[in-house]
C-alpha cells in the first residue's frame, strides 16, 4: 500500500500552512483522495506538491506550472515537459537579468542623487 499523508502531515513536512495545500488543491495542482471525511495525499500529491512550491520559488505563476504538471500527465517520456520547462527556464533567467540590470541602474542613480 502507498503512504498516505493527511492536510496537516503534509503541511508539516513541507513547511506550508494547511491552507496553501487546500489553495493548490482548489487550483486544481493537486485531487487527494477521501478516506471517510479525511483528505489523504499520496507520495504523487507530496511530488506535485514540491513541484509546485519550488516553481512558485522561481517565479513562475500557478498556470506555467499548471502547464508543465499536466504535461507529465499526458507525456510520460517527458519530452514535451522538459521542453516547455526549459523554454520557461530561458524566459525567467532573461526576465531576472533584465530585473537585475533595472535595479543595477537604480542603484547608480541613487548612488549619484546620494553624493
Same mark, same amino acid.
Given at each position: 500500500?502507498?503512504?498516505?499523508?493527511?492536510?496537516? =502531515?503534509?503541511?508539516?513536512?513541507?513547511?506550508?500552512?494547511? *491552507?496553501?495545500? $487546500?489553495?493548490?488543491?482548489?487550483?486544481?495542482?493537486?485531487?487527494?483522495? &477521501?478516506?471517510?471525511?479525511?483528505?489523504?495525499?499520496?507520495?504523487? @500529491?507530496?511530488?506535485?506538491?514540491?513541484?509546485?512550491? &519550488?516553481?512558485?520559488?522561481?517565479?513562475?505563476?500557478?498556470?506555467?506550472?499548471?502547464?508543465?504538471? @499536466?504535461?507529465?500527465?499526458?507525456?510520460?517520456?517527458?519530452?514535451? =515537459?522538459?521542453?516547455?520547462?526549459?523554454? $520557461?527556464?530561458?524566459?525567467?533567467?532573461?526576465?531576472?537579468?533584465?530585473?537585475? $540590470?533595472?535595479?543595477? =541602474?537604480?542603484?547608480?542613480?541613487? *548612488?549619484?542623487?546620494?553624493?
Amino acid at each position: 500500500m502507498s503512504e498516505l499523508f493527511t492536510v496537516n =502531515q503534509l503541511a508539516e513536512e513541507l513547511g506550508v500552512t494547511p *491552507r496553501a495545500i $487546500r489553495f493548490y488543491e482548489v487550483k486544481g495542482l493537486i485531487a487527494p483522495r &477521501r478516506a471517510g471525511t479525511t483528505r489523504v495525499f499520496d507520495r504523487r @500529491d507530496r511530488a506535485r506538491l514540491l513541484l509546485v512550491l &519550488r516553481g512558485k520559488r522561481l517565479g513562475f505563476s500557478l498556470a506555467e506550472i499548471r502547464q508543465i504538471l @499536466d504535461l507529465y500527465d499526458a507525456d510520460h517520456t517527458q519530452h514535451s =515537459q522538459i521542453s516547455l520547462l526549459l523554454a $520557461r527556464v530561458r524566459q525567467r533567467i532573461e526576465e531576472l537579468e533584465q530585473q537585475h $540590470r533595472d535595479l543595477e =541602474q537604480t542603484l547608480r542613480e541613487l *548612488r549619484l542623487v546620494e553624493s
